[in-house]
C-alpha cells in the first residue's frame, strides 16, 4: 500500500491497460513527449512508442473523429482532451458519431473507445479551462459517463473504462489530480464495478450525492456536520450513465432526506434528474424536497470569483440545514 | 508599425497571379487540367498519365462498368419512384453520378475499405451491398443496420463531411497494423472516403485533411463535386477548384470527369495504388452533375435554370460508355438488351422487397444502443413493455 496522486494512478491505469491489450492506444494534444499539460501520459510514448501514443493535430473534432475509425478498425483509442472547455469542437463526433455508431448498425459493431476529460474549476484557470459539462454527455444515449474522485477509483476505473465495449466519457476531477491517497498496487481485491455508486462515508440523517471534484468536499462537510451531531451519509455516484440509482434510493429510504452537490449548474444538472428520480421512486420516504446545490446558472465565472461560483463546505452544509429544516 | 507587423502593401499583390487562381473554370470542359479518357461523344483519348492505368481493363470489364451503371441507376429510378408512392420517406438520387460512383468503386480491391456519405448507392452495388439496405434508412425502418465489415462499406452517414475523420482514423489504423507500403498486393490497403463540394466548407473534411497529411495516411479523398450542395453552387463553398485545395493541405490533388468511367476508374487506382504503397493521401476532385434534386424533399426548380441541366444531359455518364462500347464493337446489341432486362428485374426485386420489408418491432427499439446492458434502457423497455401489455384485448 503507498500513496498515489490520482494523475499517477490514471497514468498507472492506462500503463496497465496497454501492457495488457496491444491494441490500446491513447491520442490527444501534447500527451507524448510533454506527457500531457497535466502530466497524466508522462512516460507513456517513452515506453510505448509513439505508434500507441500519438500526438495529434490541434483540433479536437479531428482526435475523436479519427478515434472512431481507429476503433472501426479494431483499437481501442484512449483520447485525452485538453480540458473540459475543449471538447466543444468535438460534441459533434461525440453525440451524432460515437454514441449513435452501434444502434445504427443494430448491433453489428462496437464503438469501444474512452474520451478522457479533466473537468471542473478550482484552479485560477482563464476562460473554457473550469468548466463542468458532464450532463450533456450523460444525456445522450450510447455513451456511458463516470467521474472519479480519488486514486484507487481513479487506477481501477480507468482500465474498467478501457475494457468496455461502449464508449466511455471519463471525467478526471482537475483540481484533484495532485491530491494523494492509498492505491495498493500489488493487491488482488476485485475493483468495484465501473457503474457502481460507493457509500463513501455511511450516516443516518441525510444522503449527501455527488461526484468527481466534489466528492472530497461533502466529505469534508460531513467531518463537519458530525462534530455538531449531524451524520451525514455520502454517496460517490461515480457513474453518471448509467446512473445507480438503487444505491441512492436505498440510502434515502434510511435517512429521508437527500442532497445533491455539483459543480455544474443546478439547472438542468445532474442533481434535477436525481431529483426527479428519487422523488417518484421514495415519495413516502422523503422528509424534505430533495435539495440541489452546485454552480450558478451563469457562464463560469472569472477565475478571481470561482470561489464564490463552485460549492464549497459551508455551502454543501446550508443545503444539508435546509434539507433537516423539514 | 510594430515589429509583428508584416509590410505587405496591396499592390504588392500580383494581380495576375490571383486573377489566375480564382479564374472559374471554363464550365464546358470542368477546366484544362480535367483528366478524360471518354469524351461526351464516346470518343477514346489518351491521357499521358492515366491511359496506363486502365490498360489492363478487359472488355468484358468495360461491359461490367456500363452494367453497374445501368442497374444502380435503375435501382435509383425505382426508389425515387418509391418515395412517390409513399414506400420511402425520402430518397437521395444518384442520378448522374453513375461513372464517378462504378468507376471508384471498381478501382477499390477487397481489402479496401469506403466511406459513403448517403447517396453513394453506385459504390455500395460495387462493395456488393444489397440495394435493399440502403432503402432501409429511407423508409425508416433502420438507421443503416448492414454489417460494415462484410463488404468494407460504412455505414451512411448523414452528417456532412463526418466520415471523412473516421476514414482518416481508420486508413490509421491500417498503417497501424503495417498492412501499408509491404508491397503485398494482398495486405496493403487503402481507405476512401466520399464527400460532396458541400462538404469541403465543413470543418471535420478540413480536418481529415491535416490529419492525413500528417500522418501520411493511406486515404484518398474523393469529392463528386456536383455542382450543387442543395440550392448553393460550388462557387459558394470554394473559391478555387476544389482539387487545388490539396496542395495546401501537403498532398496532391487531381480532377477528373466524373462522367467518364475510365478517367474516374483510372484516377483512383492511381490514387489507391499509391496510398496503398506508402505514398500518403491524395484528393480526387470528381467533376460531375447532379442531375435530379438534392433529395426528393427538394425543388431545383427554384434555384437552378433548366439550360444547365440539358447541358449536362449531353455529358451523360452510360450514353457515353455505350456509344464507345458500339463504336468499338465491345458490346452488341444482344447485350444492351440483356442489361435492360437485368434491370427490370432488379427493379421488381427491389420494388417487392420495399414493399414487403416490415416495420420494426416496437421493443426492438430498445436493442443495440449498448454493447452492454444499461439499467435505465432495461427499465424503460420494461415499462414500455408493461404499457404496451397494457392494452391487449382493450380494443
Known amino acids: 500500500m503507498s500513496k498515489i496522486t490520482i494523475g499517477k494512478a490514471i497514468n498507472a491505469g492506462m500503463r496497465r491497460a496497454m501492457e495488457r491489450d496491444p491494441k490500446v492506444v491513447i491520442m490527444g494534444e501534447d500527451i507524448g513527449k510533454l506527457g500531457g499539460v497535466f502530466r497524466v501520459t508522462e512516460n507513456l510514448q517513452k515506453d510505448f512508442g509513439e505508434d500507441r501514443i500519438i500526438d495529434t493535430p490541434l483540433a479536437e473534432s479531428g482526435i475523436v473523429g479519427t478515434a472512431i475509425g481507429m476503433a472501426l478498425r479494431g483499437y481501442r483509442p484512449i483520447v485525452e482532451i485538453q480540458f473540459d472547455g475543449f471538447v466543444y469542437p468535438a460534441f459533434n463526433q461525440i453525440v451524432c458519431q460515437v454514441a449513435k455508431m452501434r444502434p445504427r448498425s443494430l448491433g453489428k459493431i462496437k464503438l469501444p473507445m474512452v474520451i478522457r476529460i479533466p473537468v471542473g474549476g478550482g484552479i485560477g484557470a482563464v476562460e473554457h479551462h473550469s468548466e463542468s459539462n458532464e450532463a450533456y454527455f450523460a444525456h445522450t444515449a450510447g455513451l456511458r459517463v463516470v467521474a472519479c474522485s480519488n486514486p484507487e477509483d481513479a487506477y481501477w476505473m480507468i482500465q474498467q473504462a478501457v475494457e468496455s465495449d461502449d464508449p466511455v466519457i471519463f471525467y478526471e476531477p482537475k483540481r484533484r489530480y495532485h491530491e494523494k491517497g492509498e492505491l495498493d498496487l500489488a493487491g488482488a481485491a476485485a475493483p468495484r464495478p465501473l457503474f457502481e455508486a460507493t457509500i463513501a462515508r455511511p450516516g443516518e440523517h441525510v444522503t449527501l450525492a455527488t461526484y468527481g471534484p466534489m466528492v472530497k468536499v461533502c466529505l469534508d462537510a460531513a467531518t463537519v456536520a458530525a462534530e455538531e451531531g449531524k451524520s451525514i451519509e455520502v454517496i460517490d455516484l461515480r457513474s453518471l450513465s448509467p446512473l445507480d440509482l438503487d444505491t441512492v434510493a436505498t440510502s434515502v429510504e434510511k435517512t429521508g432526506r437527500l442532497v ?7 439547472f438542468l444538472g445532474m442533481g434535477a434528474e436525481i431529483a426527479a428520480s428519487v422523488s417518484e421512486r421514495c415519495f413516502y420516504h422523503l422528509e424534505s424536497p430533495v435539495i440541489r446545490v452546485g454552480g450558478y446558472n451563469l457562464p463560469y465565472p472569472p477565475s478571481r470569483l470561482e470561489e464564490e461560483f463552485l460549492p464549497n463546505l459551508d455551502r454543501v452544509l446550508d443545503g444539508v440545514d435546509r434539507a433537516l429544516a423539514y | 508599425m510594430s515589429d509583428n507587423e508584416v509590410a505587405m502593401p496591396k499592390e504588392a499583390v500580383d494581380a495576375a497571379a490571383v486573377a489566375a487562381l480564382i479564374a472559374p473554370v471554363p464550365e464546358t470542359v470542368g477546366g484544362a487540367e480535367l483528366v478524360q479518357l471518354l469524351t461526351p461523344e464516346g470518343e477514346r483519348v489518351e491521357h499521358p498519365e492515366y491511359s496506363a492505368y486502365i490498360a489492363d481493363l478487359t472488355d468484358e470489364d468495360l461491359r461490367g462498368f456500363y452494367r453497374d451503371q445501368v442497374l444502380i441507376r435503375r435501382v435509383d429510378a425505382e426508389a425515387t419512384a418509391l418515395q412517390r408512392q409513399g414506400e420511402l420517406g425520402l430518397w437521395a438520387s444518384l442520378l448522374g453520378q453513375e461513372a464517378a460512383q462504378v468507376g471508384s468503386g471498381r478501382a477499390l480491391r477487397p481489402q479496401d475499405y469506403a466511406f459513403p456519405t448517403y447517396r453513394e448507392h453506385g ?129 496532391p490533388g487531381v480532377r477528373v470527369d466524373g462522367n467518364d468511367v475510365l478517367a474516374v476508374y483510372a484516377v483512383t487506382k492511381a490514387a489507391l495504388d499509391a496510398a496503398r504503397s506508402g505514398q500518403g493521401p491524395m484528393l480526387i476532385e470528381a467533376y460531375t452533375y447532379r442531375m435530379g434534386a438534392h433529395t426528393t424533399s427538394d425543388d431545383p426548380t427554384k434555384y437552378r435554370v433548366s439550360a ?50 416490415p416495420d420494426p418491432e416496437p421493443l426492438s427499439m430498445f436493442d443495440h444502443i449498448y454493447v452492454e446492458d444499461h439499467p435505465l434502457v432495461e427499465a424503460e423497455r420494461a415499462g414500455f413493455a408493461a404499457y404496451s401489455a397494457s392494452f391487449e384485448g382493450d380494443h
Open chain 2, 308 to 357: 444547365e441541366v440539358e447541358v449536362w444531359k449531353l455529358r451523360d455518364p452510360i450514353a457515353r460508355l455505350k456509344a464507345y462500347l458500339t463504336s468499338s464493337a465491345k458490346a452488341d446489341k444482344a447485350f444492351f438488351e440483356a442489361v435492360e432486362g437485368e434491370a427490370d428485374e432488379l427493379a421488381v426485386t427491389v420494388r417487392e422487397g420495399c414493399l414487403s420489408m
Open chain 2, 123 to 251: 459504390v455500395a452495388w460495387c462493395r456488393g451491398v444489397n440495394p435493399l439496405n440502403l432503402l432501409g434508412m429511407f423508409r425508416g425502418v433502420n438507421h443503416g443496420g448492414w454489417d460494415p465489415n462484410e463488404n468494407n462499406f460504412h455505414l451512411y452517414t448523414v452528417v456532412i463531411g463526418a466520415q471523412t475523420l473516421h476514414a482518416t482514423g481508420y486508413a490509421m489504423g491500417i498503417q497501424h497494423d503495417h498492412a501499408v507500403g509491404t508491397g503485398d498486393p494482398d495486405r496493403d490497403a487503402a481507405v476512401i472516403a466520399y464527400f460532396g463540394d458541400g462538404a469541403t466548407a465543413q470543418g471535420d473534411v478540413n480536418e481529415s485533411f491535416v490529419y492525413a497529411a500528417a500522418m501520411n495516411a493511406p486515404v484518398v479523398f474523393f469529392c463528386q463535386n456536383n455542382q450543387w450542395a442543395i440550392s448553393q453552387p460550388v462557387e459558394r463553398q470554394s473559391r478555387i477548384p476544389i482539387y487545388q485545395r490539396a496542395r495546401g493541405f501537403g498532398f
Open chain 1, 260 to 266: 445533491v452537490a455539483h459543480e455544474a449548474s443546478t
